[in-house]
């Protein structure tokens, strides 16, 4: 089976180096031809960390850096890099892990189970799940438009310039994976699909809307901080199954629900010491990383202040990641 998931494709993004900033958009550099600097380096007390460009991934990152760099010792390189290529990065010892995988089949049996050059590292603790969405008060108003085939009804509620006369069903940046095209074919809704480009330019769209009470209809997933500041509903497409995503132009079926992985270079696992202990054993909640994400995406406190401040006040769960 194939996840279909908030990932995104090979088209090669930034690469970082330095400390964690919070990125959104494209890059121009490609992780399988620029390494960091202190990836693999021997005899190095240092660790680099693969982030994703959406605000969860950084909370994780942001936390494992700090506690790496104040607790342990280390000094901690960052690479933004999308999920697929990253993989290829984290084969060849470019980066010594991924903090939050959202499924990637291909990729664990090529390298983990076939080439062995990558090893699990153990669950996030998050679950992930990706849907559709509406604003609450528009429930309020419609209680039946949570239902997906109810949706054609309320179309022109969510007909926008952009959409070519019909709703519009609004995605985020056009490089992750969605079903949503094949989705709207497959189910005959009367929907275009809208990319607003990025993470950061969707959340600034619903929170405009939000503001003006207006409809909408989104890809969404969870966890993520929005939903403090926008309370949405999920609409419920047709049940999900097992298998019932492996062919992306057939799919007509609801996104699962992921326990989000962490991966290890196995050479890192195995002779990475503390760094690499660590980050087995790094495991947050949800709640946790929505609070940190909070902190960096809307309370606008740099990566290194978020993480501060969330160590600061669970000194019980981050002790047991270092015993």
């Given amino acids: 089976m194939r996840l279909r998931t908030k990932t995104s494709t090979a088209l090669s993004t930034a690469a970082v180096v330095g400390s964690l ?18 990836a693999n380096a021997q005899g190095a007390k240092s ?12 909370s994780n990152v942001a ?25 290829d990065a ?21 390298y983990v189970d076939d080439k062995k050059t990558i090893t699990r590292g153990g669950g996030l603790g998050v679950t992930g799940h990706i849907g559709w969405f509406v604003p609450t008060y528009l429930v309020k108003q419609h209680p039946d438009i949570t239902d997906w085939k109810n949706l054609n009804k309320y179309s022109s ?4 310039a952009e959409s070519g006369g019909k709703g519009q069903l609004m995605d985020g940046s056009p490089s992750y994976v969605t079903n949503d095209k094949a989705l709207v074919k497959n189910l005959k809704l009367d929907y275009q699909v809208v990319f607003a480009g990025s993470e950061a330019a969707q959340i600034t769209q619903m929170k405009q809307f939000a503001k003006e009470k207006k ?58 010491g ?34 501060k401040k969330w160590v600061d006040s669970h000194a019980s769960t981050w002790k047991a990641w270092l015993s």
């Fill in 157 to 160: 509620l969510f007909r926008t």
């Fill in 215 to 272: 409809p909408f209809l989104t890809y969404w997933y969870a966890p993520q901080w929005l939903f403090k500041k926008v309370p949405m509903t999920e609409v419920k497409l047709p049940p999900y199954k097992e298998g019932c995503d492996t062919d992306p132009a057939k799919v007509a079926c609801a996104y699962p629900h992921t326990p989000l992985q962490k991966y290890l270079n196995a050479d890192f696992a195995k002779r990475g």
């Fill in 90 to 110: 984290l084969s060849q010892g470019r980066v010594d892990a991924i903090l939050e995988d959202w499924g990637h089949p291909d990729q664990e049996k090529r």
């Fill in 274 to 307: 503390k760094a690499a202990a660590f980050l087995k054993k790094f495991k947050w909640t949800t709640e946790d990383q929505n609070q940190v994400s909070l902190m960096i995406a809307d309370q606008k406190l740099t990566p290194e202040q978020a993480a």
């Fill in 47 to 58: 660790v680099t960390l693969s982030v994703q460009s959406w605000v969860g991934a950084q």
């Fill in 63 to 87: 936390v494992a850096q700090y506690l790496l760099e104040h607790k342990l010792g280390y000094r901690v390189d960052t690479v933004q890099v999308d999920e697929v290529p990253a993989w």
């Fill in 21 to 38: 900033v919070l990125l959104t958009g494209c890059g121009a550099a490609d992780m399988t031809r620029q390494a960091s600097p202190f």
